[in-house]
């Protein structure tokens, strides 16, 4: 089990990565990061899915 932080809010997943809000919700709404949602909004993403896709989107530039 990991004791790192590993759900972030979109603002704070945007500083973290360094990853623009818009394109986390596109990977979002594209069902490629996992999303907590309440009444319809993201709250939380996964930082795990966010990272693996991150690498794979510098790859592919």
């Keep these: 089990m990991s004791i790192a932080k590993t759900w972030f809010s979109v603002e704070d997943a945007e500083s973290k990565f360094g990853v623009p809000k818009n394109l986390v919700l596109k990977w979002v709404e ?3 990061i996992r999303c907590e949602q309440h009444g319809g909004k993201v ?5 795990d899915d966010l990272a693996l ?3 794979e989107h510098v ?3």
């Design 30 to 32: 594209e069902g490629l």
């Design 53 to 55: 896709k991150l690498e």
């Design 59 to 61: 790859k592919n530039r």
């Design 43 to 47: 709250t939380s993403v996964n930082g």
